[in-house]
């Protein structure tokens, strides 16, 4: 069964804060993605990677920064959080040209 | 770039009810994916579907490429299928992994 794991279900952060967001996939998928979700908004693309330390921008990048060091994982890097970027944000791996499948979804407060 | 939009933004419907959601798009796609989001955020696969009619269960989808729109059946709904349902295309000339959302039709079924 296909298996995307955010590892962070629930979170509060300080203003400033570093804030690192894990996914993990066990598909051997080479695309994996991060989006974030607001009210209205619908799923907004923050990143995408197709291959172990290629990354590519999505639609709203800025006061993001990934990291792909193995094929299996995907780290979103929020470098100094602001209350704007509270949020949903959802992981999703996927092989080229198939089903796209996303983890549970990781919720970020800024305070 | 390709927008993508959903009607209606909103629907309810008593149980046992069927219903139809549509997606329009502004241009060619070569991957259409309908999902369900359960109250609890996870995004749920339901169809991966460029072109042509699926169904499951008491879903069916049918995507219309030359015309631009798809279809999502819903019947004999029931209270579980509460929740919004997004479908998402990538395009020819467009990144090809890089799915765009529709905003979604918020689905609430009432006992």
């Known amino acids: 069964d296909v298996k995307v794991t955010q590892s962070s279900r629930y979170l509060v952060k300080r203003t400033g804060e570093k804030v690192f967001l894990e996914c993990v996939q066990d598909?051997?998928?080479?695309?994996m993605f991060w989006y974030r979700q607001d009210p209205g908004l619908g799923l907004r693309l923050i990143y995408f990677?197709?291959?172990?330390?290629?990354?590519e921008k999505g639609d709203i990048p800025e006061g993001y920064s990934v990291s792909r060091e193995k094929k299996e994982r995907f780290s979103l890097i929020l470098e100094s959080a602001s209350t704007n970027q509270t949020s949903m944000y959802l992981c999703?791996?996927?092989?080229?040209?198939?089903?796209?499948?996303f983890g549970e979804g990781s919720w970020l407060t800024v305070v | 770039g390709i927008q993508v939009e959903q009607s209606p933004p909103d629907l309810i419907l008593q149980e046992g009810a069927n219903s139809t959601l549509r997606c329009n798009f502004s241009?060619?796609?070569?991957?259409l994916q309908w999902f369900h989001q359960n109250p609890w955020g996870q995004l749920i696969n339901l169809f991966y579907?460029?072109?042509g009619t699926k169904q499951n269960g008491r879903l069916s989808a049918t995507t219309v490429a030359t015309e631009r729109y798809s279809l999502l059946y819903i019947s004999s709904s029931q209270t579980t299928d509460s929740g919004v349902y997004f479908c998402?295309?990538?395009?020819?000339?467009?990144?090809?992994?890089?799915?765009?959302f529709g905003t979604g039709t918020l689905l609430a079924v009432q006992p």
């Open positions: 241009d060619s796609v070569n991957n």
């Open positions: 990677s197709y291959d172990v330390k290629m990354k």
């Open positions: 598909m051997d998928h080479e695309n």
């Open positions: 999703a791996s996927r092989k080229s040209g198939n089903t796209i499948y």
């Open positions: 579907i460029p072109s």
């Open positions: 998402a295309v990538s395009h020819y000339g467009g990144a090809t992994n890089k799915l765009i």
